[in-house]
């Protein structure tokens, strides 16, 4: 079982920054491939991040490339995104997820490929 924790949302303008964090928790966080999704209001849950267990391979979803960055420091058990430039329609609550994985290099990019979720963290992004 694993354990997963958002912090970091708030309310910002667009342009602004934040850096959202995930704590993992309960088992071996280095062998787990870890994403970052999000919900706005009324919509599906969408695919934002992805970043494998080793940290050396990444993915993201086009709206996001080039303004928001994912990483992990796996002696902190914890995951990151940084996100830059941040726009209006990047209002949403941001999901933590995490799966085991048997190689250091997959990433995933779909919620069935995911196992444990986080609660949730409220990203507000006034125009």
């Known amino acids: 079982q694993v354990q997963l924790v958002e912090s970091g949302g708030g309310l910002v303008s667009a342009g602004d920054s934040l850096r959202l964090s995930c704590a993992a928790s309960g088992r071996t966080f280095s062998n787990y491939a870890m994403g970052w999704f999000r919900q706005a209001p009324g919509k599906e849950r969408e695919f934002v991040a992805a970043?494998?267990?080793?940290?050396?391979?990444?993915y993201y979803r086009d709206s996001v490339k080039g303004r928001f960055t994912i990483s992990r420091d796996n002696a902190k058990n914890t995951v990151y995104l940084q996100m830059n430039d941040l726009k209006p329609e990047d209002t949403a609550v941001y999901y933590c997820?995490?799966?085991?994985?048997?190689?250091?290099?997959?990433?995933?990019?779909?919620?069935?490929?995911?196992?444990?979720w986080g609660q949730g963290t409220q990203v507000t992004v006034s125009s």
């Open positions: 997820a995490a799966r085991p994985s048997s190689t250091p290099y997959a990433f995933y990019g779909r919620m069935s490929d995911y196992t444990y």
């Open positions: 970043v494998s267990w080793s940290g050396e391979r990444t």
